[in-house]
Nanobody, 126 residues
């Protein structure tokens, strides 16, 4: 059974940093796209960042570009999201996602991902 487990969320002041981790189990995702999404109260889930297969390209939402960095450690079957210069508007539940296939036509679309974690809360105080 495939599981994605996020960790690293918490409460941080504006301008601070957090590093989220997503550990996958049940299968290897080294050749598969993985992504991070977030959902704030009363809002729809939105794309944050994605990384293609091992050593592949990355993409980011405009709102986080230059502040967030997605990376992966295939030996640990884990993907990370380094978040710097956090803002109150970054407050949300952050979800990790993985695709079953090797490529995604649109890495920012939730429908392209087959597996999801349960989320980790990130709260940024002003």
């Amino acid at each position: 059974q495939v599981q994605l487990v996020e960790s690293g969320g918490g409460l941080v002041q504006a301008g601070g940093s957090l590093r989220l981790s997503c550990a996958a189990s049940g299968r290897t995702f080294s050749m598969n796209p993985m992504g991070w999404f977030r959902q704030a109260p009363g809002k729809e889930r939105e794309f944050v960042a994605a990384i293609m297969r091992s050593g592949g390209s990355t993409s980011y939402a405009d709102s986080v570009k230059g502040r967030f960095t997605i990376s992966r450690d295939n030996a640990k079957n884990t993907v990370y999201l380094q978040m710097n210069s956090l803002k109150p508007e970054d407050t949300a539940v952050y979800y990790c996602a993985a695709a079953r296939g090797f490529n995604l036509r649109d890495p920012s679309a939730t429908g392209g991902y087959d597996y999801w974690g349960q989320g980790t809360q990130v709260t940024v105080s002003s």
